[in-house]
Nanobody, 126 residues
Framework: HVQLVESGGGSVQAGGSLRLSCTSF????????MGWVRQDPGKEREGVAA???????SHADSVKGRFTISKDNAKNTLYLQMNSLKPEDTAMYFC?????????????????????WGQGTQVTVS
């Protein structure tokens, strides 16, 4: 059983920064593709960023140049550094773990590809 626990959300002004963390319990993140997905009420889930077992990353066009996904396999923790935040980044951010590897950068950003989900952490930008 995989349990994902996020932290680091909060409220910031536009232009500010936040760093989200996600620690995995029960399974090493080194064995699977990991991602961040966000959802605002009334909108569809949006894959924000993902990282595979080799460290290859994929970022949505809406966050490229502003957000950076990374991981620390030794700490079994996934990160999302968010800079130059905009009001449209406001959403609940979820950490997600895929069953294993995902084929290609495009599929890494598809929410239905992920099997395990954290409880989410709210990010509000005003």
């Amino acid at each position: 059983h995989v349990q994902l626990v996020e932290s680091g959300g909060g409220s910031v002004q536009a232009g500010g920064s936040l760093r989200l963390s996600c620690t995995s319990f029960g399974s090493p993140i080194s064995d699977r593709c990991m991602g961040w997905v966000r959802q605002d009420p009334g909108k569809e889930r949006e894959g924000v960023a993902a990282i595979d077992i080799y460290g290859k990353t994929s970022h949505a066009d809406s966050v490229k140049g502003r957000f950076t996904i990374s991981k620390d396999n030794a700490k079994n923790t996934l990160y999302l550094q968010m800079n130059s935040l905009k009001p449209e980044d406001t959403a609940m951010y979820f950490c997600a773990a895929a069953p294993g590897m995902l084929p290609g950068r495009r599929s890494m950003l598809l929410a239905p590809q992920y099997q395990y989900w954290g409880q989410g952490t709210q990010v509000t930008v005003s």
